[in-house]
């Protein structure tokens, strides 16, 4: 049986200092906003013949457009390319498929979409929402679950717990898109906060697993063993399941990250690297916790 929690001082010292520099990441870099909140076009075509480079293509339309802020990106998957710009571009938009005509006659244009900045700052403001809503909402259904329980942590603590690892797992994705936005200049976007709601739900799938298998043995134990000992043993119980589970979601993500489109390559990441971090917290974090905050209760009585 693996001592578990024998070592979650460990755990800890190395969730916090990821946590601290995802942090630091986020309120030093913040985010690159793509159109979906920040407003602008996406225009999509694709060329056919003497297909260009993305990096020559961008550089061709800020020369001829005068735009400092294009960004051109290529999907192999589906042949595509995939242009940013500024939300005033409908006013130029036969313009400028008229000039990349006839530099690319087999351009084929397959969408324009325009987002204006006022629409982006309500999705914006609706996504920050609708992630502290679903915070706020697990953490309360947690507590109402284990409602039962009360030796020797209350069901409150449960969702107070929760609450915490679920933050744990979506502040460290989202860390990791600021350093990405700062360095490769990737965006954030509706798929980014997807991304997060999918990492929650999964996490704290995970997270009740455990919990469930440590008030299964709490009943059963009846305060024979102590608490420490009763978290360890249902953190080995439920280990196997919880990896064999997750380790299938993985092996799909990465497949996808890497035969998948373009377009969804840094949601698939976030995905990947939130399911990760919430199989983490789910064995070595969030069980752990519940013994800490035990420990520190009865001392203060």
Do not use: C
């Amino acid at each position: 049986m693996l001592n578990i929690i024998g070592y979650k001082n460990w755990f800890f010292a190395f969730s916090g200092i990821i946590i601290i520099l995802a942090i630091a990441a986020i309120v030093v870099f913040g985010f690159r906003q793509g159109v979906d909140f920040s407003g602008g076009t996406l225009w999509k075509f694709s060329i056919a013949e003497n297909r260009p480079q993305a990096a020559e293509l961008q550089k061709l339309l800020e020369d001829d457009l005068k735009l400092s802020d294009v960004r051109v990106n290529y999907d192999p998957a589906n042949q595509n390319f995939l242009v940013r710009l500024p939300s005033e571009a409908q006013t130029s938009h036969e313009q400028w498929l008229t000039m990349l005509t006839d530099k690319y006659p087999s351009i084929k244009e397959q969408s324009f979409q325009t987002i204006g900045p006022s629409v982006g700052r309500e999705l914006r403001t609706k996504a920050i929402l609708a992630v502290v809503l679903v915070l706020v909402g697990i953490s309360l259904y947690i507590a109402f679950a284990f409602r039962k329980v009360y030796r020797p942590v209350s069901s409150w603590k449960y969702g107070w717990i929760t609450l915490f690892t679920l933050f744990h797992d979506v502040i460290i994705p989202a860390g990791l898109l600021a350093v990405l936005g700062y360095f490769r200049g990737v965006e954030i976007d509706g798929n980014f906060i997807v991304a997060l709601l999918v990492i929650m739900g999964f996490s704290v799938h995970d997270t009740i697993v455990v919990f469930d298998r440590i008030r299964e043995n709490l009943f059963l134990d009846r305060g024979k063993m102590e608490f420490g000992t009763v978290i360890n043993q249902s953190i080995n119980q439920t280990l196997a399941r919880s990896i064999n589970t997750s380790l299938t979601l993985i092996l799909v993500l990465v497949a996808l990250y890497f035969a998948g489109p373009i377009t969804l390559r840094y949601f698939i990441l976030t995905l990947l690297v939130g399911t990760v971090v919430g199989i983490y917290s789910s064995i070595f974090i969030a069980s752990p916790l519940l013994l800490v905050w035990q420990r520190f209760s009865a001392r203060k009585e």
